[in-house]
Nanobody
Framework: QVQLVESGGGLVHAGGSLRLSCAASGRNFDSYSVAWFREAPGMAREFVAWMAWNSSATKYAESVKGRFTIARNNAENTASLQMSSLKPEDTARYYC????????????????WGQGTQVTVSS
C-alpha cells in the first residue's frame, strides 16, 4: 500500500512557474513508475507526465513537452513536477499516481492516487 500527498499548487500568472511535490509513504514506492495527471472542471483526467521506477525513462503529453519536467527521488520517496511557462489552459487539479498495471498514460491503469493539488494560471 502506498499513500501519496501532493503539494505546491497555487495561483500563478501566465508565464510563471510552479513546482509540485508528491510525498509517498508505505512500501515499494521506489519500485513503481510514477505519473502526473490533471483534471479541469468538466473534463476527463488527462495524462501529463510519467517516469520509470528507476528514472531511466520519461514521457510527456505533447501539450506540456518542453515546459514541464518530472523527477523523483527514491531515497526520499518523493516525486515532483516542475512547471514553467504556464498557460491558462494548464489550470486544473494535478494528481500524483503510482503503480501502473496498464498503459503509462491511462488514468485507469494506476492503483495509487493522491488527493490532488489545485493549479490556477491567470491570464
Amino acid at each position: 500500500q502506498v499513500q501519496l500527498v501532493e503539494s505546491g499548487g497555487g495561483l500563478v500568472h501566465a508565464g510563471g512557474s510552479l513546482r509540485l511535490s508528491c510525498a509517498a509513504s508505505g512500501r515499494n514506492f521506489d519500485s513503481y513508475s510514477v505519473a502526473w495527471f490533471r483534471e479541469a472542471p468538466g473534463m476527463a483526467r488527462e495524462f501529463v507526465a510519467w517516469m520509470a521506477w528507476n528514472s531511466s525513462a520519461t514521457k510527456y503529453a505533447e501539450s506540456v513537452k518542453g515546459r514541464f519536467t518530472i523527477a523523483r527521488n527514491n531515497a526520499e520517496n518523493t516525486a515532483s513536477l516542475q512547471m514553467s511557462s504556464l498557460k491558462p489552459e494548464d489550470t486544473a487539479r494535478y494528481y500524483c499516481a503510482a503503480y501502473s498495471i496498464g498503459s503509462y498514460d491511462s488514468a485507469g491503469a494506476y492503483i495509487y492516487w493522491g488527493q490532488g493539488t489545485q493549479v490556477t494560471v491567470s491570464s
